[in-house]
């Protein structure tokens, strides 16, 4: 008997779990294509357009009300996740530290030439967007972070831009 009773009471715990996720949360979960884009600023050389990332992005949920886990999968090889809180009308993401690659042009004017070279900085991402009534996801990124071979080149952004295409279910 008393076997049976903690059986049905977690039972009922994981029900009560699921319906405790909102309309919002499960509007949201599926998977996407991405892409972001944006300027960021590099202190050494000012503003630089990021190449744009592409990939596929799942949303899921998590054991919390409100939460979902964005799963990014870079088609450069990169993957990643991103936590978020979901209201009525926004997804709210939890600050997050990445590494990104940015390609820094720079213009040596004493020969006359500009020169390419990749740099890898630590950024923390954070930022804010929401459903579209399309189902797909647009969000507003901010970055903010500096390189990782050199700590006083600073990388800053506020406008870079995330938006998710809803894949066919």
Same mark, same amino acid.
């Given at each position: 008997?008393?076997?049976?009773?903690?059986?049905?009471?977690?039972?009922?715990?994981?029900?009560?779990?699921?319906?405790?996720?909102?309309?919002?949360?499960?509007?949201?979960?599926?998977?996407?294509?991405?892409?972001?884009?944006?300027?960021?600023?590099?202190?050494? /050389?000012?503003?630089?357009?990021? =190449?744009?990332?592409? !990939? %596929?992005?799942?949303?899921?949920?998590?054991?919390? $009300?409100?939460? &979902?886990?964005?799963?990014?999968?870079?088609?450069?090889?990169?993957?990643?996740?991103?936590?978020?809180?979901?209201?009525?009308?926004?997804?709210?993401?939890?600050?997050?530290?990445?590494?990104?690659? /940015?390609?820094?042009?720079?213009? =040596?004017?004493?020969? !006359? %030439?500009?020169?390419?070279?990749?740099?890898?900085? $630590?950024?923390? &991402?954070?930022?804010?967007?929401?459903?579209?009534?399309?189902?797909?996801?647009?969000?507003?990124?901010?970055?903010?972070?500096?390189?990782?071979?050199?700590?006083?080149?600073?990388?800053?952004?506020?406008?870079?831009?995330?938006?998710? =295409?809803?894949?066919?279910?």
């Amino acid at each position: 008997m008393k076997k049976t009773y903690v059986i049905l009471s977690c039972v009922l715990a994981l029900a009560l779990t699921a319906c405790t996720q909102n309309e919002e949360v499960y509007s949201l979960v599926g998977n996407y294509t991405y892409k972001v884009s944006g300027v960021v600023t590099v202190d050494a /050389v000012g503003d630089t357009h990021l =190449t744009p990332e592409t !990939g %596929t992005m799942s949303i899921t949920t998590t054991d919390k $009300d409100h939460e &979902v886990i964005m799963s990014f999968n870079h088609n450069g090889g990169d993957a990643y996740d991103i936590r978020a809180n979901v209201t009525k009308d926004s997804i709210y993401i939890h600050p997050t530290h990445r590494y990104i690659e /940015v390609e820094v042009a720079q213009d =040596t004017l004493a020969f !006359g %030439t500009i020169t390419h070279r990749n740099e890898t900085y $630590d950024v923390q &991402v954070s930022g804010s967007g929401h459903m579209l009534s399309n189902g797909n996801v647009s969000f507003n990124l901010t970055y903010a972070g500096k390189a990782l071979n050199d700590p006083n080149d600073k990388i800053n952004g506020m406008n870079i831009f995330l938006h998710g =295409t809803r894949n066919a279910k």
